[in-house]
Structure formats: C-alpha cells, structure tokens
C-alpha cells in the first residue's frame, strides 16, 4: 500500500506547480467548496498527518523488534491513512530510503503498513512540521475493522454541518471550528442527496445548479422586458405600433412573473 501511495507522490511531484498533496478514496466527499478547501490547505503552516501512540494490539502490537534500532517501539504511531501534506513532506516520502525498506521488510499482513508508515515517519522526523491530525473525518464510533459507511437516508443538512463546524480544533496558532474538510465513507446511493444539498449548503457549482439557472433566466426575460420597453419607447409611437408594444411587455412580464414563482418555489422547497 505504502509502495502505491510513494509512486502516487513521486508521479504528483512531476508538476512543479503542485504545493499540496491529499490522499481521498472513491467514498470520500468534500465538505466546502473548492476556494474554502484550496485556501485552508495553502495557508497552512502544517502538515495533517494523524499520528498517535496507541497501546494494544492494534496499535503498538504491530510493532515488530526486527524494526530496531532504525524504529524503536517509543516510536512507533499509528493515525489516518488519508492525509494532507505539502511538497517539503512528499519528497521527504518519495526519497526515504531510511525507514521505507524496514516498513517493507517488517510490516508483514498483520501490521498495515498505510496507518502506521507515514505516521511513524513523520512523528520522527518532521513532528514540528505537523498537526497531528487529519482533515478527513471518518466515524469508528460502532467500533470493528471498518468505519460507519453512509447512506441516502443518512445525508440532510443537519448531518452535514455536523460534520463541517461539529468540532474545534487548532489551526495556525488559533482556534477554529473547520476542522475537516472531507468525510467518508458515503456509498453511491448518497450521490443524488448530497447533489441536491450541496449548492445551498456548501455552494458548490451554484451557476450550474437548477435554481441558478432558472435565475439566469428570469434575470435575461428583466432585461429583455426593459431594453424593449425603452427601445419601444423611443421608436415610432403610431397606436398600431404601440399596441403591439403592450402585448409583447405584457406577455414578457408574464413569463417574468411565472420564473419568478418557479425559482422561488424550487428554492425554499430544498
């Protein structure tokens, strides 16, 4: 897994203009729309790994004394697999040949490499470059080998401010309630509520969205109906000619009054 997630990187890196680099899988979502989520990670002076000493079996049982002395057991993290990092970290990843190969020749199928590796690593060498946390929020709340997984019926409004401003956390120096910027796992019958949700809640895409569209429309027909208004205004003036100015202003008007009704309808019907 570890070996996937270095190519990932070391493919990522080709592009010189790439400065953050965020591992998600197919059941993640995001939380805030592109211009949140892009300005919290650039303007970070962190790194988000999770990175935590776990007594147990599933934490420092993993552990394996073939490791030392490279990582001793006082070192060893487990954390989140999905994590946010800049481009200091990636190529400090990519070009570790110190720690990797101990990972690659220890961590056999009952020590998962991908959440200990990257937060052990970390936790050694760049622990004052990091937060310590993840900025995906995933729920182990119900406890076994996999997180809650999210359904159609899961996905409402209140669930998803829950999941958006529902913790405080620090970020640069100062306390903050966006703590996460993406949440899994949300199967695909999700898909159509959290499409419906997402341009009000979190403005996604709000000029692709229908009640923008609609807005379009009847902000052109208002536009319409003025610019004739005032182009019939200052034309010919014959009773014929002004006949067929009142029957085109009233029609245009009510196509106006009709989008109108329509768009406020669908939006305080969401």
């Given at each position: 897994m570890i070996e996937a997630e270095r190519r990932l990187l070391?493919?990522?890196l080709l592009d010189f203009s790439n400065q953050r680099f965020v591992l998600l899988s197919e059941s993640c979502i995001p939380l805030f729309n592109f211009s949140t989520i892009y300005t919290y990670l650039m303007n970070s002076t962190k790194t988000f790994v999770e990175a935590y000493d776990l007594p147990g079996e599933v934490g420092r049982g993993r552990y394996r004394t073939q490791m030392r002395p490279q990582i001793r057991l006082s070192q060893w993290r487990k954390g989140s697999q999905w994590f946010q990092i800049d481009r200091?970290?990636?190529l400090q990843t990519v070009s570790d040949y110190h720690y990797f190969?101990?990972?690659?020749?220890y961590c056999n199928p009952n020590c998962y490499s991908d959440e200990h590796y990257l937060p052990t690593f970390v936790s050694i060498k760049f622990w004052k470059r990091n937060s310590n946390r993840t900025l995906t929020?995933?729920?182990?709340?119900?406890?076994?080998?996999?997180?809650?997984r999210y359904y159609r019926n899961d996905v409402n409004n209140e669930f998803l401010n829950k999941l958006r401003f529902g913790t405080s956390c620090d970020y640069n120096g100062h306390t903050t309630n966006i703590c996460h910027l993406f949440a899994r796992k949300f199967t695909t019958h999700a898909l159509d509520r959290l499409?419906?949700?997402a341009p009000k809640l979190m403005q996604f895409n709000?000029?692709?969205?229908p009640y923008s569209s609609f807005l379009f429309v009847h902000i052109h027909f208002c536009f319409?109906?003025?610019?004739?208004?005032?182009?019939?205004?200052y034309s010919h003036s014959s009773t014929q000619f002004r006949g067929t100015k009142n029957l085109t202003l009233s029609f245009l008007l009510f196509i106006n009054v009709i989008l109108y009704f329509f768009t406020y309808y669908w939006f305080f019907s969401q």
């Open positions: 070391a493919n990522a200091f970290l990636a190969p101990v990972f690659l020749k929020w995933v729920d182990w709340a119900k406890g076994g080998a996999h997180p809650s499409l419906r949700f709000w000029f692709l969205s319409l109906t003025y610019f004739l208004g005032w182009t019939y205004t």
